[in-house]
Nanobody, 116 residues
């Protein structure tokens, strides 16, 4: 079965950096569009960044210029490099894998807390 396992979350001071990783298994990773979403307390889950199977990327306006999504098809892993972190980036970050509208999978989430 498909599994997505996130790692790399934690507590960081404002202005700091973190790199999230999402290791996938049980799927043909290269054909999936991969994304990172986040959900803060009391808010809806929102798209942070997405990278297609063809490596096109798009970002939420709030993270443009600070976050970078990338993928390693050989290691079945997608990354989210987060720089210049702000308190408003605090949320649970979820990995997503999507193949057209037919298959859609989620990881369990990893907590990111930005606080001094």
């Amino acid at each position: 079965q498909v599994q997505l396992v996130e790692s790399g979350g934690g507590l960081v001071q404002p202005g700091g950096s973190l790199r999230l990783s999402c290791a996938a298994s049980g799927m043909t990773f290269s054909v999936y569009d991969m994304g990172w979403y986040r959900q803060a307390p009391g808010k809806q889950r929102e798209l942070v960044a997405r990278i297609t199977s063809g490596r096109s990327t798009n970002y939420a306006d709030s993270v443009k210029g600070r976050f970078t999504i990338s993928r390693d098809n050989g290691n079945y892993t997608v990354y989210l490099q987060m720089n210049s972190l702000k308190p408003e980036d605090t949320a649970v970050y979820y990995c997503n894998a999507k193949w057209f509208s037919i298959q859609n999978y989620w990881g369990q989430g990893t907590q990111v807390t930005v606080s001094s």
